[in-house]
């Protein structure tokens, strides 16, 4: 059974969302017994964390820290992912740029997390591709639902 936790320093209090793309990602991953933190922040809390811990001096939209990436982190025969850190003002920000929904935008923002955690990365443009080609399957999927319901 997966799990993860939700955060809220920053109390933006509507990230329902969360829950199913996560699910949604979990399951297109095949993963199980898996564990991981979503904190959600304000611009100077990732402005800090961006520059101590990946020399950039910004404000970024979303930040991971997968546990993995060095060897498999198992708790009780559970998974330890890692955390995403999601900048809400930055998300919001993005949302009236790009023309959709804070809904959309946090959905956006933490499956691109939850894949950094999964092991994926767009450093180069064939893993971008892939990367994006599965956020964009868990998205379409969420805005299906929507449409439906």
Known sequence: MNKF?????????????????FKS??????????????????????HKINREY?????????ISFAFEDNDKRVYNKTRILGEIYICIPRMEEQAKMYGHSQTRELAFLGVHGLLHLLGYDHMNKEDEIVMFAKQELVLNEYSETQRRN
Do not use: H, P, Q, W
């Open 5 to 21: 936790e939700i955060i809220d320093e920053y109390g933006y209090k509507d990230y329902k969302i969360l829950n199913k793309v």
């Open 25 to 46: 990602t979990l399951k297109m991953e095949k993963v199980k017994n898996a564990f991981f933190s979503v904190v959600l922040v304000d611009e100077d809390t990732i």
């Open 54 to 62: 990946r020399g950039k001096d910004s404000v970024t939209d979303v």
